[in-house]
């Protein structure tokens, strides 16, 4: 059996405990905001940005998460943390622990773990003007909704509009799960010149990776994980790779990214950019 069928059958097998379920529906909230950043906030604007994309499996292994964004290398000292899968404690334990602002919204309460589930943005340097967007369409099996959550970050003279995004998995009809994109994409003040766009956006297939990355690229994006490949592991023993995390970044020129292969907080692995801002008015 391919690994496509084996998916579509565990899939099929997980919809039996199809059921309501109870989705925050008020683009206002529930919110959940707190400033544990150490120190004076900064009056120049940075010469890069580091940015990393996380989604948590459902929030739980929040301390291994903590570890690896303190100690790895790539992942340590972070400008801006985007986090998925969340709910509103472990995204304030995380802030704490690695001194960052943050702001959380949940879109929904999942019914794997009956707490809050969504998406947060954390920084090191002041965050406001918090949103949240409620994505188009629902999950066909019980309704469930998904939602980007968005800030600006306040990085001296910079100011970078920065969306944190879980758009629905293979459950929702593809053309659907293309227009809850294309929908952020379209939800974006075109006042901004600085923005980056990251998170899960469950693309298993090569197809789904293409039609995304066009779909951010004709309204000016750029892929910054472009070339790095898997970022979650799925399946028992997560025997197939398939690349659902990206970060699409506008203003900024890609010094470098990449993943933390080994990290074990999650079925995600953590991906990280480093950015640098490009004069205004750049192309």
């Not at 919809?15 to 009056?43: F, K, Q, T, V």
């Not at 989604?55 to 290398?73: S, Y």
Request: include cysteine; hydrophobic fraction near 40%.
């Amino acid at each position: 059996m391919k690994k496509y069928q084996v998916f579509i059958l565990l899939i099929a097998l997980a919809s039996l405990s199809c059921g309501s379920i109870n989705n925050y529906l008020d683009p206002e909230g529930p919110r959940h905001e707190g400033h544990y950043a150490s120190g004076a906030p900064e009056l120049i604007a940075p010469d890069t940005v580091k940015v990393i994309s996380y989604n948590v499996k459902f929030g739980k292994k929040v301390d291994a998460a903590i570890e690896e964004l303190r100690t790895v290398p790539y992942l340590s000292r972070a400008d801006i943390i985007l986090l998925q899968e969340m709910d509103g404690e472990g995204v304030r334990i995380i802030a704490d622990s690695l001194d960052l602002e943050y702001v959380y919204y949940p879109a929904s309460v999942h019914k794997a773990h009956g707490r809050d589930f969504g998406n947060a943005v954390l920084s090191r340097w002041p965050i406001e003007d918090f949103r949240k967007v409620l994505l188009p369409h629902s999950k066909p099996t019980d309704d469930q909704k998904r939602i980007a959550v968005g800030a600006t970050v306040v990085a001296g003279g910079l100011r970078i509009r920065v969306f944190s995004v879980h758009t629905e998995t293979f459950w929702m009809n593809y053309d659907k799960r293309l227009e809850q994109a294309d929908s952020l994409v379209r939800a974006v003040s075109k006042d901004y010149s600085y923005i980056i766009i990251a998170g899960d956006f469950n693309t298993p297939f090569g197809r789904n990776v293409k039609d995304i990355d066009k779909t951010f690229t004709a309204s000016g994006f750029v892929r910054a994980n472009s070339g790095v490949g898997w970022t979650a592991r799925v399946l028992p023993f997560g025997l197939w790779k398939m690349e659902l995390d990206h970060i699409f970044t506008k203003g900024f020129e890609i010094v470098a990214a990449g993943k933390f292969e080994e990290g074990r907080a999650s079925d995600h692995v953590p991906l990280w950019t480093i950015l640098k801002p490009l004069p205004p008015d750049s192309p």
